[in-house]
């Protein structure tokens, strides 16, 4: 078979733009550092490698919901704590108000204490987190209580704006998990039958005002309900954020698993890549000294540019 002299500089750029690819693709693998940057370079590799994707951008989501719900939790929990000083200090002033021997103006005094507690109260019950409401639940838009003053400016009644059954917020935090990130206002301050702290500590105040021993010896039994419903709202609360953590820690131990597999998959060996393409770039300098030798040297020149 005649080989023609067209034919052969033909084979010979074929050659060289065959072995020029193959410098350029090693040289990509070493600088992007990726064994597999497109589909073409490793078909099943690199469907794997999109599930593997995908799958760590949805854990990365749920870990966001996580960290965001434990968050609210942990204000939460400070917040009923600081509830719990209240009932606390409330429970010790009615305890105090109901001796006897007390005089008129040492319970006005008393009074004028719990007044100072059931506004801070109040400021708690209404407190926000990111925006919202805390104990809020589902309509954590809308404040939970709204005050009522005196001409004097005097608070002296707080109501709920929160009508009907009152619902958690729930967080995805898992393909079949989910945890509520709130704990309602009702579950918290209302104590059944209609009552709830706030009543208690303005009829506290008012007995007080009235130096009534009687009824404010009946507020001790009603702040003790209050603090046993609020110790089992805090342990609720605080099963929520264990768990939570604890999914926070299978989901770091699944995104390394899977960002491992990742790199396996995807990541170049550098020292390996690097070898590589010092062979390819040899074996081009080589096809271009071949080259040479065959055809003309002008028409090389040309190539190598």
Do not use: C
């Amino acid at each position: 078979m005649r080989i023609t002299q067209h034919g052969l500089v033909e084979q010979v750029i074929n050659n060289l733009s065959n072995r020029l690819n193959g410098v350029a693709e090693s040289q990509e693998r070493v600088s992007s550092g990726l064994r597999v940057s497109k589909p073409s370079d490793d078909p099943t590799a690199a469907s794997e490698i999109s599930n593997l994707n995908s799958e760590i951008s949805r854990i990365n989501q749920y870990y966001r919901n996580v960290q965001s719900g434990i968050s609210t939790l942990k204000m939460t929990e400070t917040a009923l704590s600081e509830i719990k000083d209240i009932i606390i200090q409330s429970r010790a002033k009615a305890l105090q108000g109901s001796n006897d021997t007390l005089k008129p103006e040492d319970r006005a005094a008393l009074a004028d204490e719990i007044d100072q507690l059931i506004g801070e109260l109040l400021r708690i019950a209404n407190q926000k987190s990111g925006g919202k409401y805390l104990f809020a639940g589902t309509e954590s838009n809308k404040m939970p209580y709204k005050s009522t003053t005196n001409e004097n400016g005097e608070l002296i009644g707080v109501t709920t704006q929160l009508a009907g059954e009152q619902n958690d917020i729930e967080l995805q935090f898992g393909d079949n998990e989910r945890i509520a990130t709130s704990v309602t206002a009702q579950d918290t301050f209302d104590l059944g039958d209609g009552a709830n702290l706030f009543d208690i500590l303005f009829n506290l105040k008012s007995s007080l005002e009235n130096t009534q021993s009687n009824q404010i010896g009946e507020a001790l039994p009603k702040l003790d309900l209050a603090l046993d419903q609020l110790n089992a709202v805090t342990a609720l609360v605080g099963t929520r954020v264990k768990s939570a953590e604890n999914l926070m820690i299978q989901y770091d131990s699944r995104e390394i698993n899977l960002t491992e597999r990742l790199s396996d998959l995807a990541d170049v060996d550098i020292v390996d890549a690097i070898t590589r393409m010092n062979e390819e770039e040899y074996s081009y300098e080589l096809a271009l000294k071949v080259a040479a030798q065959v055809i003309q040297p002008s028409l090389v020149n040309f190539i190598s540019l």
